[in-house]
């Protein structure tokens, strides 16, 4: 019996997906929807790109050369909004779209049609977002982390379509994630156990709770600025008996597991590719599983953290420098494992290999000065400076959009039959690699010296690192051109994959034929010793 | 050959990342360790939570490259068949649990020693302003008459930051009034914003706090060094965040008491003038100094404005209408607009000028003019 | 053998109803936001109405041939256990977002009540702030804000134990109701599910007028409103996002009476319901907070 019935009153019973445009706008199904979001997710990942290049361009020496200042804080707000909520949420989902239901045996997604509602709400979502450029006032110029006042009472009249912007993306999210955790709790293959599934399951999982619990209070401070700029509410305003740092308080219970949202996927990316490139099994799964849950936990009681300065007591400091550091164990726990992982391997170093090891070298670099910035004293010098601006983007560039491209170059065969040109993959790698070193890790030091973010003008003594930074992301910048190239050959391109692809790669999807057929499973896979790699 | 370009990015990496320490004296790349005990400890404290993050560094990649030059198909080495260790599982989580601790017990100190409430000498009211600092000298017996009290504004002209002439030293951390201090003498700051949250932050203090609207937050520093101590507004705050720095001037006590006792000289004379009728031509002297200081930003030296975002005042709208709604704009601003209010940036006798300027300047000949002390009765409401 | 396990999962080719929901949803927010801003700024002249009403036109048939189009697949026994198990999980971690929506209202007031309000008045480690706000006492309610000319306090706040206490009971025994209907369901009994159904609507519109004349009565006659300070902010916000929640509930009871009027739900086949019944069980858990906190620890008099 088929697993899936189609509703389709043709005659012909092939499973196979409609032409044309149509195909895009109406489809129901996983793959088709997992394209739609990585194709999406890289449009934005380029917008913001350009963003973070006109930045890069004005900071590159002293003196205001391109952009006046109103429009380049308009520049950086864009920037953090479109690459966190356009470019690296929606890979992820893309990528979940495309894995989950290969790797748990399940013809397709959960709820199909709710699928594609969540996708196409985003090019809405941030169309609307993008067209506050050609609206009176301005793009939203407040910081993608939009610190009350400033976003209430001394926002441009453009701040209505960003909360709503926001309102939108997140019921993508919300009911995105609904899918992903009902497709992994109810549609797994008979048999197949939850500590059987793969990282990247468990991983998503988990993501998806954290996405669950923290974008409704992310829709629920967007709409308290909403009643405080149009109908006079007091949230944020010390006159009525309200607090801007009340601001900070909720948006950060949503901003710091938003920041794992964006890291606990790729740590499921990574703990699929390492052990595939090392012929070896993961080292400590339980493990894995557990420490994931663990800074999942974590994640919803350190928010303060980003709010050392903002005149918390004593007793909210320590607590909230403690509980921050304690997320140090359980991150280090996988750390060690994929390191143990490698040992004793028999490693091959191949495109998506390349971009795990550069993930777990930089994503420690990372995750070492974000254990700085939480240390509270120490804080108080770094807060708001480049060093904070360093520790993010080594988490963010080389941790979360490498596992990105690693996941893209490791399962792309499987997506379109096609192997990619592993020379030009592994240039592009060492291009994004030398880059994104040149680009952020100057930005220590003019962190630690003194710069602070969010200013388009600097101080002459910061001037030689800036430039060098500047020179960095414009090589990281292009190099992604390249990226771009070699996905379309692959493509285009003729030479076929094998149904495995990699040498030792472990799991379902790895059964299935390459290109993976429309409908993943139509018979319940039955080797599930294959399911975790 | 791949191979060996990995090697060599990775090693250099690594060296990059330890002789950072090396450099540790380095102003350019490192903290300052600034002038007062607690900067010093927060140095400490970085120093070593940086050292003890680059050991780390130094074991996991170093086992990483090792496994990666060893542990390679290319060299035939067999793949092992382990999966788990418990043993080292728990010492992988107990080791960390000890480093967590050695680095939060110097953390709690030094973070106890900071919020530690002392009696202060001084205490000093910092309100953040789009885009400037104002500074409040408090009395123990205030008197209107000789408050010491003054905006400290950027410096750096437009035309070096539009880069029509060199840039000088001290580019964009140079204000024309810089908050004064004593050395050897515990200064309490009293934190606060008129508008939307600034962060007030002198590196060589190790002071950054937050300025809330609405709130006053603590904080407080004792300088040890006489020297201009620079650092900048930490918290976006507008267009112009990035000018508004933080100039903070440590004198010798006796130089400081002479510096004070002038100010209040000043204040008290400013007050008087306040009093007496000014003529057309002191207020036009005065009202353009003021206009070019603290308008002309926005409205522009000709008045012209940048419409729309900020209006023209020549020959046209509030400047050139009604003078009680002339002085209410400039008094009170326009909430929701760039136009602030300020009554309590400007004193009577400036507020009373820059009107009458703008009245009478750019071909606004209207001929009127306005008293400071009529400004000043309307604002102590009588 | 497996292959027998594994059960028929229904994917339907293709769909358009998800991009006329996206469209829709799109030109509801924006025409809301354009609104807005018209409001704000004093002008009117934009399209803002229009967008909205051709949006909430578009979103609401949408939603309305999606469900029918759920229900009718339902009839037509595509559904397997399997499916029926997603949407119950879809419906449970739907509600958890709800929650979590009101945990921030929640968070806010209980943040503001224990800590802002004593730091504005001299208290605590920001308790220098009382410097900047001379005449203010902290109290709660917050009869009188810090700046007292740009928010004007309430004259009085709503008494907890009068009409919000017939508010808890009607909502308290609507839950009742709604269970005994589902029972009803079970037994196959279905004039005692219509009965029960009925009654809870009634319950659920009851509760709303009653709402509805409180609001009327704070703004009319007590000063309480939205810009009367964080205790009209919080108050109105909490109760009226609840309020929302009511109606929408209430909505989905009366779409579910319709449907049992029309002989829909079995025993084993009544998701629908169910559904909808936990979504308001959902809003009387709500509101039994909201009661404790806003009104009965929050409200200052009791009414007695
Ligand atoms: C993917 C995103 C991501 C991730 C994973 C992290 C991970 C961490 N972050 Fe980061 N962070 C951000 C994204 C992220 N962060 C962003 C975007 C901001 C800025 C927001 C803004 O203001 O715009 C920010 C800001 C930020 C701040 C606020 C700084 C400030 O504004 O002043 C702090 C402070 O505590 C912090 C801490 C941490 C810590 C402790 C971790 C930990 O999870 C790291 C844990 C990892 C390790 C420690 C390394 C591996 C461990 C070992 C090898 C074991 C041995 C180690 C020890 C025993 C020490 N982060
Ligand atoms: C996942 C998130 C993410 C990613 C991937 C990036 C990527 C990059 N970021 Fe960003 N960044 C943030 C998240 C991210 N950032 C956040 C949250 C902030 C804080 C915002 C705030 O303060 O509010 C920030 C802030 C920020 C700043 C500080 C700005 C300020 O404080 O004023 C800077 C400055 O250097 C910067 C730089 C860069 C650079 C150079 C890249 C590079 O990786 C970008 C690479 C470039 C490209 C990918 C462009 C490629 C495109 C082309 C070459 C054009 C091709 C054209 C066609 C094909 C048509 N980022
Ligand atoms: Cu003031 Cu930034
Ligand atoms: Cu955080």
Known sequence: MSAVI???????????????????????????????????????????????????????????????????????????????????????????????????????????????????????????????????????????????????????????FFIFGVHLMGASSIMGSINIIVTILNMRAPGLKLMQMPLFVWTWLITAYLLLAVMPVLAGVVTMMLMDIHFATAFFDAGGGGDPVLFQHVFWFFGHPEVYIMILPAFGIVSAIIPTFARKRLFGYASMVYATS???????????????????????????????????????VKVFNWVATMWKGSMTFETPMLFSVAFVILFTIGGLSGLMLAIVPADFQYHDTYFVVAHFHYVLVPGAVFSIMAAVYYWLPKWTGNMYNEALGKTHFWLSFVGVNITFFPQHFTGLAGMPRRIPDYALQFADYNMISSCGAFLFGFSQILFLFIILQTIQDDKKATNQVWESAHGLEWTLPSPAPYHSFSTPPKNLQEAHG | ??????????????????????????????????????????????????????????????????????????????????????????????????????????????????????????????????????????????????????????????????????????????????????????????????????????????????????????????????????????????????????????????????????????????????????????????????????????????????????????????????????????????????????????SPSEIAAVTTYERNAWGNNLGDSVQPKDINSMLTGQ | ???????????????????????????????????????????????????????????????????????????????????????????????????????????????????????????????????????????????????????????????????????????????FTVTIAHHAIKEGNRKKLINWLAATIALGLIFLVVQGYEYYHAYADLGLTLASGIYGTTFFMLTGFHGAHVTLGTFMLIVMLGRALKGHFEADDCFGFEAASWYWHFVDVVWVGLFIFVYLLGGGPTGF
């Open chain 1, 294 to 332: 663990a800074i999942a936990f974590l994640s919803f009681i350190v928010w303060a953290h980003h709010m050392f300065t903002a005149g918390i007591p004593i007793t909210g400091e320590l607590y909230f420098m403690y509980a921050t550091m304690l997320i140090a164990i359980p991150t280090g």
């Open chain 2, 1 to 346: 050959m791949m191979k060996l370009m990995q090697l060599k990015w990775l090693i250099s990496f690594a060296l990059i990342t330890i002789s950072s320490a090396a450099f540790a004296g380095w102003d350019d790349i490192n903290l300052r360790e600034g002038v007062t005990q607690i900067s010093r400890e927060v140095y400490d404290l970085h120093m070593l939570i940086f050292i003890i993050c680059c050991l780390i560094g130094v074991v996991v990649f170093g086992v990483m490259i090792i496994s990666m030059l060893m542990h390679r198909k290319s060299l035939g080495h067999e793949p092992a068949d382990f999966q788990d260790n418990h043993q080292l599982e728990i010492l992988w989580t107990v080791i960390p649990i000890f480093i967590l601790v050695a680095m939060a017990i110097p953390a709690t100190t030094t973070l106890n020693a900071m919020y530690d409430a002392g009696d202060a000498e001084i205490d000093i009211e910092v309100r953040g302003y789009q885009w400037k600092w104002q500074y409040t000298y408090i009395d123990d017996d205030p008197n209107p008459a000789t408050q010491v009290k003054f905006m400290s504004n950027l410096l750096t002209p437009p035309d070096e930051i539009y880069n029509r002439a060199a840039k000088r030293e001290h580019y964009l951390l140079d204000v024309d009034n810089p908050l004064v201090i004593p050395t050897d003498t515990r200064i309490r700051f009293l934190i606060t914003a008129e508008d939307v949250i600034h962060a007030w932050w002198v590196p060589d203090f190790a002071v950054k706090k937050d300025a809330v609207p609405g709130f006053i937050h603590e904080s407080w520093a004792i300088a040890e060094e006489p020297g201009i101590y620079r650092g900048q507004c930490a918290e976006l705050c507008g267009k112009d965040h990035g000018f508004m720095p933080v100039v903070v001037h440590a004198v010798e006590r006796p130089e400081y008491d002479a510096w004070l006792a002038d100010q209040k000289q000043a204040a008290q004379q400013a007050w008087n003038e306040t009093g007496k009728t000014w003529t057309m031509d002191e207020l036009m002297t005065t009202g353009e100094e003021v206009y070019l200081r603290a308008c002309a930003a926005c409205h522009q030296v000709n008045g012209q404005g940048l419409p729309p975002a900020f209006p023209s005042l020549v020959g046209q709208g509030i400047a050139v209408g009604d003078i009680d709604a002339h002085i209410d704009i400039i008094l009170n601003g326009k909430p929701g607009t760039a136009m602030q209010a300020f009554a309590s940036q400007l």
């Open chain 3, 1 to 175: 053998m497996s292959e027998q396990s594994y059960e028929a999962y229904y994917v339907p080719h293709n769909s358009k109803l998800p991009i006329f929901a996206s469209l829709g949803i799109f030109l509801t927010v924006f025409g809301i936001g354009n609104i807005l801003n018209d409001m704000s700024a004093g002008t009117e002249h934009s399209a803002g109405m229009w967008v909205l009403l051709v949006g909430g036109l578009v979103l609401g048939f949408t939603l309305f041939y999606w469900f029918g189009t759920v229900i009718e697949e339902n009839h037509q026994k595509l559904y397997s256990d399997q499916m029926n198990r997603s949407y119950v999980w879809a419906m449970g971690w739907f509600i958890f977002s709800e929650v979590m929506f009101f945990m921030a209202f929640f968070g806010a007031l209980f943040y503001v009540r224990f800590w802002v309000v004593g730091w504005l008045g001299g208290e605590g480690d920001r308790g220098p702030s009382e410097l900047l706000w001379p005449g203010f006492t902290p109290e709660w309610p917050m009869m009188s804000n810090p700046e007292t000319d740009k928010f004007v306090g309430p004259a009085e706040v709503i008494p907890s134990l009068q009409l919000p206490l017939l508010n808890t009971a009607l909502l308290i025994t609507s839950s």
């Open chain 1, 6 to 160: 189609e509703h389709d009153h043709h005659e012909d019973h092939h499973h196979g997906p409609d032409k044309g445009l149509m195909r895009w706008v109406l489809t129901t199904n996983h793959k088709d929807i997992g394209t739609l979001y990585l194709w999406f997710s890289f449009i934005m990942f380029l917008t913001g790109g350009v963003f973070a290049l006109v930045i890069r361009a004005e900071l590159f020496q002293p003196g205001l050369q391109i952009v006046e200042p109103e429009f380049f804080i308009q520049m950086t707000t864009m920037h953090g909004l479109i690459m966190v909520f356009g470019a690296v949420m929606p890979a992820f989902v893309g990528l979940a779209n495309w894995l989950v239901p290969m790797m748990v045996g399940a013809p397709d997604m959960a709820l199909p049609r709710m699928n594609n509602f969540s996708f196409w709400i985003l090019p809405f979502a941030f169309s609307m977002l993008l067209a506050t450029f050609f609206m009176e006032g301005g793009a939203p110029n407040f910081g993608w982390t939009f610190y009350a006042p400033l976003s209430t009472e001394y926002a441009p009249p453009t701040v209505t």
